[in-house]
Structures are given as structure tokens and as C-alpha cells.
């Protein structure tokens, strides 16, 4: 009778560990995927905000500031758990920010038309930075 | 070993190529604080990029890439300047510009 009870016991407290930490590990992968989202919606608002930037007539410094402080966050993120797990090439971190933050000196700044070559990168590298992340949070998260 | 923490000793809100950018550029960083350590002679010198809200890439170029227009070379640069930050991107892309200067500079 005594021996039967402990294998209850153990049963009972084997079946509440393998619960406990599988609902841990879905809880994280659940909290990834939401970084994930974020991610992309931030990225995606930092797209925006450079093609104004780019497309205004003048030199907008807070504008500029807040473009170079926000890609900057995007990037730290990029590289913090829980998404350094995605492992984004650090090349594509490296252009993400060259894109972005290239023609926000006053000194230097230029217009830019919806079409110009620098608008044109931002997208392109956006697009390919999202697609990387994605593609990635496939393989892991999912 | 020199050590130059820009959050402390430059400024947390670095950005522009050119003095007229701003006051905390990287034509300032380089003349004012880069060079006089080189020029020092201290093996190597220590910069901590960590602690500020961001880098422009021009500032990055300008500071760093812009060592190698004024003379220094690639090697010396990249043998002397340990460079510090959590951010990994930001290391290779200031190692890429002092190398792109340098392949700059051989060419023509």
C-alpha cells in the first residue's frame, strides 16, 4: 500500500513539473512572439518617420534626433533577449542604421523625392530587416 | 592604457558629421579627443560607446573612418583602439569605416 502511494506521489508531482515548465516554455515562446510584433510595428514607425523625415523641405532636428535615438533602440533590441535568439546578421543591423540615419545632418541634408535612391534604400532594407525577423521567428517561435 | 567613455567625457547625445552639425560631432570627437590619444603614447586606448542614445552613421564615419584621411593607418588603428559596447553592430561598423578608408586611401 505504502509503495503504491509514493508512486501516486511521484506521478502526481512528475505530471506538475512536465506542466509546470510546458507551460513556462509556451508562456515564453507566447512573450517572443509579442517581442516579435512589437518589433516589426516599431520598425515599421521608424520606416514612416525617416521617409518624412527625408521628404520634408527642411531640416527638422528633433525630427532627425528622434529617427537617430529610435533606430538606435531598435537596433539594442535587435541584440537583448529575447530576440538575439533570431540572430539577425549583424551586417543587416549595419545597413538598417547607415539607411536611416544617412542624410540627417543639417549640414549635409537634402530633400529627398518619394522615388530618390535614399527612400528607396529605407524601404528596401526595412522590408529586408522584417523579413529576416519573420523568417527567423518561424524557425524558432514557432 | 588611455580610456575615453564618451557617455562621460564627450556627451550621451552625440550626432553630426561637421561642426556645424551640432556640438557633439564627430569631427570634434576625432580632433579633440581621438587624436590627442594617438598622438599620446599610449598602446592602446579604450573607447566605451555604451551609455549614449544613439550614433548617426556619419558621426561613426566622420570620427572614425576620418582617422585614416587624416594619416593614421588602418593596422595602427584597429591594433589601438579596443572598442567597447554591447552592441556589436556598432563595433563592426566603425571597424568597417576605418577599413574602407583605408582601402580608399591604397586606391587612389
Not at chain 1, 500500500?1 to 515564453?28: C, D, K, P
Not at chain 1, 512589437?38 to 531640416?59: H, M
Request: aromatic share 10%; proline share 2%.
Amino acid at each position: 500500500m505504502e509503495y503504491a502511494n509514493l508512486i501516486t506521489w511521484i506521478l502526481v508531482i512528475g505530471g506538475w513539473i512536465a506542466v509546470h515548465f510546458a507551460t513556462l516554455s509556451r508562456e515564453r515562446r507566447k512573450e517572443s512572439r509579442e517581442a516579435v510584433s512589437k518589433i516589426i510595428d516599431d520598425l515599421r514607425l521608424i520606416e514612416s518617420l525617416a521617409v518624412v523625415f527625408n521628404t520634408s523641405d527642411k531640416y527638422d532636428f528633433s525630427c532627425s534626433v528622434s529617427l537617430i535615438w529610435r533606430v538606435d533602440r531598435a537596433i539594442k533590441t535587435l541584440q537583448r533577449v529575447p530576440l538575439k535568439t533570431l540572430h539577425i546578421p549583424t551586417e543587416l543591423l549595419i545597413r538598417f542604421r547607415q539607411a536611416l540615419t544617412t542624410n540627417t545632418d543639417k549640414s549635409s541634408f537634402l530633400a529627398q523625392a518619394h522615388d530618390s535612391e535614399i527612400v528607396n534604400e529605407i524601404h528596401h532594407i526595412t522590408d529586408e530587416l522584417i523579413d529576416e525577423i519573420e523568417v527567423a521567428k518561424y524557425l524558432i517561435f514557432s | 592604457m588611455t580610456v575615453i567613455a564618451i557617455k562621460d567625457e564627450f556627451s550621451r547625445y552625440p550626432a553630426g558629421r561637421y561642426r556645424e552639425d551640432g556640438p557633439y560631432n564627430g569631427q570634434r570627437f576625432r580632433e579633440d579627443f581621438l587624436v590627442p590619444a594617438l598622438q599620446q603614447n599610449a598602446d592602446k586606448i579604450l573607447i566605451k560607446l555604451d551609455g549614449v542614445r544613439g550614433y548617426n552613421s556619419s558621426f561613426l564615419d566622420e570620427a572614425f573612418g576620418g582617422l585614416v584621411r587624416n594619416g593614421f593607418s588602418a593596422a595602427e588603428l584597429l591594433n589601438r583602439l579596443q572598442l567597447e559596447s554591447q552592441d556589436k553592430s556598432l563595433i563592426e561598423e566603425i571597424k568597417g569605416y576605418i577599413k574602407d578608408q583605408s582601402n580608399i586611401s591604397t586606391s587612389v
